[in-house]
T-cell receptor, first 112, second 111 residues
Framework: DAEITQSPRHKITETGRQVTLACHQT?????MFWYRQDLGHGLRLIHY???????NKGEVSDGYSVSRSNTEDLPLTLESAASSQTSVYFC???????????FGEGSRLTVL | QKEVEQNSGPLSVPEGAIASLNCTYS??????FFWYRQYSGKSPELIMS????GDKEDGRFTAQLNKASQYVSLLIRDSQPSDSATYLC???????????FGKGTKLSVKP
């Protein structure tokens, strides 16, 4: 069965360290997204991609970067982790037309 | 004004009752509307999508869309304790592939 997987599922790191969250989908979807979810804020879009070599900034992109070298993967990098980036991160993918998102299981990141 | 607004709840209904969840959106260019269910500690899962005015039914779920009023709703008939979750309304603009989410309404179904 097609799926979308995130790793690691849980990560504790220190302020200033670089962190990369992996996202891999086997749906063969063109569109991939990274959201963060925080109490009181709901799901907020960080970065997204509509295809290989395409990346775009979302609502809360500062301090994050992504790259899309193939269809299956969209890793999210925190260049210098900050405590404000403690959150649950969800990767999602969709086909070009429907907009129906399929989510990974989430990655809980704690920055101390 | 937030782009997608929902009452945060919690909304509490007895088992077997109808749960009514509401959502308003601000961008008239929105074309697609979605309801996601999220259990505590889990990822959101799509339960309904609706693209045109009117009602769309799927089992115990009915989504209603009124573009003139910029209003989307989700009705859950014969509510079950297993329906207890946070329900997220999401909207897609015509020119974009990403979804904008409301903050969610927490539903509690009491046995």
């Amino acid at each position: 069965d097609a799926e979308i997987t995130q790793s690691p599922r849980h990560k504790i790191t220190e302020t200033g360290r670089q962190v990369t969250l992996a996202c891999h989908q086997t749906w063969n979807h063109n569109n991939m997204f990274w959201y963060r979810q925080d109490l009181g804020h709901g799901l907020r879009l960080i970065h997204y991609s509509y295809g290989v070599q395409d990346t775009n900034k979302g609502e809360v992109s500062d301090g994050y970067s992504v790259s899309r070298s193939n269809t299956e993967d969209l890793p999210l990098t925190l260049e210098s982790a900050a405590s404000s980036q403690t959150s649950v991160y969800f990767c999602a993918s969709s086909t070009r037309n429907t907009g129906e998102l399929f989510f990974g299981e989430g990655s809980r990141l704690t920055v101390l | 004004q937030k782009e997608v607004e929902q009452n945060s709840g919690p909304l509490s209904v007895p088992e077997g009752a109808i749960a009514s969840l509401n959502c308003t959106y601000s961008d008239r260019g929105s074309q697609s509307f979605f309801w996601y269910r999220q259990y505590s500690g889990k990822s959101p899962e799509l339960i309904m999508s609706i693209y045109s005015n009117g009602d769309k039914e799927d089992g115990r779920f009915t989504a209603q869309l009124n573009k003139a009023s910029q209003y989307v709703s989700l009705l859950i008939r014969d509510s079950q304790p297993s329906d207890s979750a946070t329900y997220l309304c999401a909207v897609k603009r015509r020119s974009q592939g990403n979804l904008i989410f409301g903050k969610g309404t927490k539903l509690s179904v009491k046995p």
